[in-house]
């Protein structure tokens, strides 16, 4: 029984390897989309949701019935239980790529951030899929030297948000009310993102080494 | 041992009631801060959401000695699965009011909402605490009727979420940039909150009466 479950462990750690890089590839052709103002793109960003969504749905069944099927003690619940958060938090990036994706195919063909904005969305959109595959990385080495490069990712994206903000806001902002409100929700966005995957880092850290959230690392 | 599973559903269901109503109680709290830029009660929404969050955690915790303790089947694992997810869609509807009550303060002693908006905003803000004693009602009395009610409930949301973007997007918008993105953000809050009470009905119907999300009804 206990190999069945080591077993079980393996696949789900495969499953979330396999979610981040969906993820990764999400937010990459979702900014891709934005930058290039790419409709097509943007419509398969928001069409290949639906794999996530299954991958997350797949992983928190095969998660109940190991829980249901194997009765595991305290500890071992404790990381199925992260793992169900894993895959409903990766989910929620997928969701905010299309969201992107969507923002982008509004203004199509238009662009939906300003010329001046296009580097630093970029960086953001390069942040967020860093954020993917440090994620990948840690579920295979789960140390603490790649959990603060996440959280240095994270407050990278972090510092961009609150320019952006300052951009929007100050007395030079030329471009009007729309794009304003386009950066703005873009921009959250991006950061929401980058805080699901600091999140998502915590709970490998912790199904991996059953350790709890490290909160001196991840703050 | 059957018994004492009972027991703790009660429980549950009596903790579910009181986030529902701290939470109610936080948007209602919040919505007028916004109103009437009244930092102090801004200051109480901002400092109270730790005892949303204690709630949350204990009947998280509450949830996952229930399972280890008493190894629940595959149908009472689903509805302690849902249960913990409602914890989580509540504390994270807590934290949406404490976005909506640090945009007061942000402005203050300036409302950041213009006039015109602020029956718009007194209205969701309605809407918002309605749906959290909707789902109160919910947990004793899990009936479609009642479901039906949340979702429309959320739709009225939805209209006024997408009403409020046409505003700050017509050419007749007045207030500027900043007030632009302040309704922008709020407006999302609003919407994010409704969207997470329809999921948490969702669960509680599932919870309570062992059917699945009944997307016929809330769609």
């Known amino acids: 029984m206990r190999d069945l479950f080591q077993e079980e462990l393996v696949a789900i750690n495969n499953d979330i390897s396999q979610m981040a890089e969906l993820v990764g590839k999400a937010i990459n052709k979702a900014t891709e989309s934005l930058l290039f103002s790419d409709r097509e793109i943007a419509e398969r960003v928001i069409e290949s949701d639906v794999l996530l969504n299954d991958l997350a749905a797949a ?21 199925i239980l992260a793992t169900m958060r894993i895959a409903s ?34 960086t953001l959109g390069h942040l967020a899929e860093e954020l993917t595959t440090q994620l990948s990385r840690l579920v295979t080495n789960p140390d603490l030297t790649l959990a603060q490069e996440i959280q240095k990712s994270d407050d ?7 320019e952006l903000f300052r951009i929007v806001l100050s007395p030079d902002w030329s471009h009007g009310v729309e794009a304003a409100v386009d950066v703005t ?7 929401r993102f980058a805080d699901h995957a ?22």
Chains 1, 2 share one sequence.
Do not use: N
């Open 185 to 191: 929700l873009l921009s959250r966005y991006y950061e």
């Open 198 to 219: 600091v999140s998502v880092a915590r709970r490998i850290i912790h199904v991996l080494t059953g350790e709890p959230y490290i909160d001196t690392v991840l703050h």
């Open 59 to 79: 992983l928190d069944e095969r998660c109940t019935m190991l829980t249901a099927k194997q009765q595991p003690v305290a500890t071992e619940l404790r990381s």
């Open 156 to 162: 990278k994206v972090d510092a961009l948000h609150r």
């Open 89 to 122: 938090s990766m989910e929620r990036m997928g969701d905010l790529a299309v969201h992107v994706a969507k923002s982008a195919r509004l203004r199509y063909p238009a662009r939906a951030v300003p010329d001046e904005l296009v580097e630093t969305f970029r």
